[in-house]
């Protein structure tokens, strides 16, 4: 079972930055795809970025390219998402997850291909 374990949140104003990680259980090699996902209030959970571990290549939502960059540490099973230029509608709760198999899909992550889920750290942009 693989465990994730979100960190960073907070909050900060307009044109902040902050930094999130994820922390995964078993080496990043196991999973083939780590996301980012958010959810606003009274939003649907939608895909920020991704990152296919062991290989690199990353992948990102229209809405944050430019600003968001996904990186992986795999000496130390960390994912980290850095968020540049934040924006009020980046207010929202951040979840990170896991696919094994497959690959990435382009752009923004899918959420029905991811099987396991951190518990999510909040993020409050205020202006």
């Known amino acids: 079972q693989v465990q994730l374990v979100e960190s960073g949140g907070g909050s900060v104003q307009v044109g902040g930055s902050l930094r999130l990680s994820c922390t995964i259980s078993?080496?990043?090699?196991?999973?083939?795809?780590v996301g980012w996902f958010r959810q606003g209030p009274g939003r649907e959970r939608v895909g920020v970025a991704a990152?296919?571990?062991?290989?690199?290549?990353?992948f990102y939502a229209d809405s944050v390219k430019g600003r968001f960059t996904i990186s992986e540490d795999n000496n130390n099973n960390t994912v980290y998402l850095r968020m540049d230029a934040l924006k009020p509608e980046d207010t929202a709760m951040y979840y990170c997850?896991?696919?094994?198999?497959?690959?990435?899909?382009?752009?923004?992550?899918?959420?029905?291909?991811?099987?396991?889920w951190g518990q999510g750290t909040q993020v409050t942009v205020s202006s």
């Open positions: 997850a896991a696919r094994r198999g497959g690959y990435c899909n382009s752009g923004a992550p899918l959420r029905h291909l991811y099987s396991y």
């Open positions: 078993e080496s990043p090699y196991s999973t083939n795809c």
């Open positions: 990152v296919y571990t062991g290989e690199g290549n990353t």
